[in-house]
């Protein structure tokens, strides 16, 4: 049984923006840096942090423009960015020989760091995401049609939840609790808008500018140590 069930609020600056990660103590442990995906959010991973935190240094990063991080005021929602945002995090923190694991996103990000830092990462943990083929996925395309229908807010909480139910229907209650206190806000006139920066992202994802595209190919091939992959049994993406 995990020794700690609840995580520590903790900031850093880093690019010139405040980001806000989750410290589930055990400080003299090997750390494991975790980076959620696209929508996600620090607290996504608190189920998977409570079963490692007592064996491990739990680190989970609300990235750019999630959670209670920052928004890039210019829109800067791309790989390089994230990567060059964790880079700096490793800095900071002093973080030697840790494990890294993302999501989705969060595993594009893991790939290209991996590749980048092999002397910083002693292994990686890949959930949902490889390099992607000359066409796009089923997945993509079902994400690029969420962002585009998303509206920018609701009446209620009770119309919110609707919303994130229809997109994810197998969620449990819990996680949806979750997952509402993580994505949404409500604004001075009750109305219930999200929490990230939601065009901002949603504007970078659609981008098509090939300087801004990372081809994870080569790095996957860069990958020297210990890696696993996860993928979903039902799974769109990978």
Request: neutral net charge; aromatic residues 8%.
């Amino acid at each position: 049984m995990a020794t700690q069930a609840t995580a520590t609020d903790r900031f850093v600056t880093v690019n010139g923006l405040r980001i806000r990660y989750l410290d589930w103590g055990n400080a003299g442990a090997q750390p494991i840096v975790m980076l959620h995906g696209l929508r996600s959010f620090a607290h996504d991973w608190d189920i998977v942090s409570t079963e490692l935190c007592d064996r491990y240094h739990v680190l989970a990063l609300d990235q750019r423009g999630r959670g209670d991080s920052a928004w890039d005021p210019k829109g800067n929602y791309f790989t390089e960015a994230y990567v060059s945002d964790l880079e700096q995090f490793v800095d900071q923190l002093g973080l030697d020989r840790f494990i890294l694991m993302g999501h989705s996103m969060g595993g594009a990000n893991t790939i290209v760091y991996t590749s980048r830092h092999p002397e910083k990462v002693a292994a990686a943990v890949i959930e949902d995401m490889g390099p992607r083929s000359s066409s796009p996925s089923e997945g993509m395309m079902r994400i690029a049609r969420e962002l585009e229908n998303t509206p920018q807010e609701f009446a209620s909480w009770a119309k919110a939840e609707a919303f994130w139910r229809e997109q994810r229907p197998r969620i449990s209650q819990e996680a949806m609790k979750v997952r509402l206190e993580n994505t949404l806000k409500q604004l001075p006139n009750g109305k219930i808008t999200w929490k990230y920066d939601i065009q901002g992202i949603a504007k970078a994802r659609a981008s098509t500018d090939p300087s801004r595209q990372v081809d994870l190919w080569p790095h996957v091939r860069k990958l020297q140590c210990p890696t696993l992959v996860l993928r979903g049994a039902l799974s769109d993406i990978l």
